[in-house]
Every structure is written in structure tokens, then in C-alpha cells.
């Protein structure tokens, strides 16, 4: 990883070995930031020894420089996509940077809207959108790192989701058909708290404050395969605190555990995702994802009166993104405390009104 030097710039070096006195050689790279020289770093090894030409080193070779000049300080899974979204470019990896243009670019998205995201270049079924922008974002990260900038390039049109947020009776048989199942917790922390699946894996027994009624949400997990993958919160304001409703925190403490790093849902993401729409076929309900629990936090507690600022701060959203209203007022815990309460009863409510 690059070093900040005292002019400003950074430095990154690679070991070349010892000499015959054993002293270590190395080859510095100074640029402006530190993802510049780490990539000149990591393009040098690449190249064997060699340094950056366009006119020799292939996309293939400056992309795969750039991702492992991230590994540093991205997710081991963010990492992952990066090389599964180089991989689906198939050929046009080969080609040497000098050779890239405008046209070659532009041939290259389209082709890649049109193969399954399989790695292996094998013709499929057009892959979303979203994942084509994705690896363009890449692509051009990659070129820019170069020096290299083409404009004009045309990407699918983003598609408009379709949410089916479960609301009143929906909502409410989703609670009956969960209850006494091992989907019922993670149902609960996403519908009642916002939690999203990746945080409700990431929570320990040490993150419950079972006296002043509070989750902190400190980590979040995700699987690669069968691998976990450990992480911080989504973004900056996903790392919070999430009032705790009373009805939740009962079933909380009737869990067995050894230690307060014990996992409170012991289950993959796969296990959430694919059981949750298992138990809608099964029961006959809409269907719908399990991150609309989420939105339907949003919609159930909005609908009720429930504070917006509230809502915003319990769901980790930052007031920029547009997700919820930026223009609410900061709210006192006082205030934070009493709209938990609403909160909870409209739950209570609603699942009463399931059992009636």
C-alpha cells in the first residue's frame, strides 16, 4: 500500500530482491494519490519487471492491477464482483490499451448486455442493466487510472423497480405464518427494526442493551460461497443505535448462547432469502422480497404519524440520498424514545389484529 510523503504525494514500492550483500532492493512509483501509485506498483509486477506501456500492457493485465490496487480497503465481496464483472468481458480483455477506442469500448458494453454473467463468456439471456452500468463503472475506473477517457459511450436505460411492500393484512399474515419458525427473528428485526439482511446476520448478543431497550448496529455479514465475509455497515449512517421493541427483545434473551460474540441468527443469507419466499408460496401470500420488509417499515410508521426523522435515523438512511425527507428536524432521544414507542404499538396492533 502507498505511503504519504512529506511533499504530498505518495509512494508505493515494489521488492526486487537483495543484492549480493543482502541489502533489499526496491522500485519506488511516486504519484499525486495513492491509488496511482499503487497501480503503477502493482502494473509493474504485472508486466514482469517491465513499466506501464499501452502499447504491450492488455486491459486485461490494467484492470486486474486496478482491483488488486483495492483489495486493500474494499470488502472482500465487492472485491469478488470486480473480478466476476472483468471476467464477463470475455475477449476484449486481450486487447492492449493502445488499441481501445470509442467504437471498441461501446462494442464491448453491448456485447456484455447480452451474455449471462457467467465468467466464462458464454452467450445467455441479457444480464440486468444495473450489473452492465456496474461493469462499465469499472471498465472506465480502469482507463481513467491510464489516462485514458472515451465519452458518448450509451448504457441500458435503468429499469424501474417494481416494490411489493407487504402492508396491513399481508403484512400482518406474514407475522401468523413466521411465528414459532426460524424465520420469525430475522422477519421481525427487518419489518420492525429496518434492519437489512446483511446486518441482521452481522448481530451479536454483546449488541443488545437489553436495559436501555437498544441494538447497535455495528457490523454487517455477507457470504461469498460458504465463506463469511465480515464488514462494517453499508455506509456511514447504517452504523447506528435501533431502539428495541419489548416484544423482540423477549424472544432475543429465550435464545441459548455461550458468549456475547455468539451470532443471535445463526443462519446464511441464503437461508433468509430463499426460506422467506418459500413460507409465501407456501402460505399463499403476495409475493414479495425480503428487503420490502424494509419499505414496509418506511410505509406502515409513515401512514401511522410516526416521527420521519425517526424513521430516517432507525432505517441508517442519509438525509442526502433522498430516501427519506432531509427536512426534518434533529429529534431529541426524548422524542426518539417516544416515537419507539408508537413504533412498537403499531406492530403490537397489527399482530393482535393477526390473532383476531
Known amino acids: 500500500m502507498a505511503t504519504k510523503l512529506k511533499n504530498g504525494k505518495f509512494r508505493a514500492q515494489v521488492f526486487l530482491g537483495a543484492d549480493e550483500n543482502g541489502k533489499r532492493l526496491y522500485k519506488s512509483f511516486v504519484a499525486d494519490t495513492a491509488d496511482e501509485a499503487d497501480f503503477e506498483a502493482l ?9 506501464v ?8 493485465a490494467a484492470m486486474t492491477a486496478y482491483i488488486q490496487s483495492k483489495e486493500g480497503v474494499l470488502a472482500q465481496s465487492t472485491v469478488n464482483s470486480y473480478y466476476s464483472s472483468m471476467n464477463s468481458f470475455g475477449d476484449f480483455l486481450d486487447t492492449p490499451l493502445c488499441n481501445l477506442n470509442a467504437v471498441s469500448v461501446q462494442k464491448a458494453i453491448s456485447e456484455y ?34 489516462d485514458i477517457w472515451f465519452h458518448g459511450i450509451s448504457l441500458p436505460q435503468k429499469e424501474s423497480v417494481e416494490y411489493h411492500t407487504p402492508l396491513g393484512s399481508s403484512l400482518a399474515a406474514i407475522f401468523r405464518v413466521s411465528e414459532g419458525t426460524r424465520l420469525e427473528l430475522p ?55 435501533v431502539f428495541l421493541p419489548s416484544y423482540i427483545a423477549e424472544k432475543i434473551k429465550a435464545i441459548p448462547h455461550d458468549k456475547e460474540t455468539d451470532w443471535i441468527v445463526p443462519v446464511s443469507g441464503l437461508f433468509i432469502s430463499d426460506g422467506f419466499r418459500q413460507l409465501l408460496i407456501k402460505n399463499n ?58 413504533a412498537e404499538n403499531v406492530f403490537l396492533e397489527l399482530m393482535q389484529h393477526s390473532a383476531t
Open 53 to 60: 506501456d499501452k502499447k504491450t500492457v492488455t486491459l486485461r
Open 187 to 241: 422477519i421481525l428485526l427487518a419489518s420492525w427494526c429496518s434492519l437489512r439482511r446483511s446486518e441482521i446476520l452481522g448481530l451479536q448478543f454483546g449488541d443488545v442493551d437489553f436495559d436501555k431497550s437498544l441494538i447497535h448496529v455495528r457490523r454487517a455479514k455477507v457470504y461469498i460461497g460458504a465463506k463469511q465475509d465480515i464488514k462494517k455497515p453499508k455506509t456511514k449512517t447504517s452504523a447506528r443505535m
Open 113 to 146: 448486455a447480452r451474455r449471462g454473467n457467467d465468467g466464462n463468456g458464454k452467450v445467455g439471456k441479457p444480464i440486468s442493466a444495473k450489473t452492465v452500468r456496474n461493469a462499465y463503472g469499472l471498465l472506465t475506473a480502469t482507463l481513467h487510472q491510464n
Open 43 to 51: 502494473s509493474f509486477k504485472l508486466c514482469r519487471g517491465k513499466s
Open 285 to 342: 401470500l403476495p409475493p414479495c422480497r425480503f428487503h420490502d420488509l424494509r419499505h414496509a417499515f418506511v410505509s406502515v410508521l409513515a401512514e401511522n404519524g410516526v416521527d420521519g426523522k425517526y424513521i430516517q435515523e432507525m432505517g441508517g438512511w442519509s438525509c442526502e440520498n433522498g430516501v427519506m425527507n432531509s427536512v426534518y428536524k434533529q429529534t431529541s432521544f426524548e422524542r426518539k424514545r417516544e416515537a419507539a414507542k408508537q
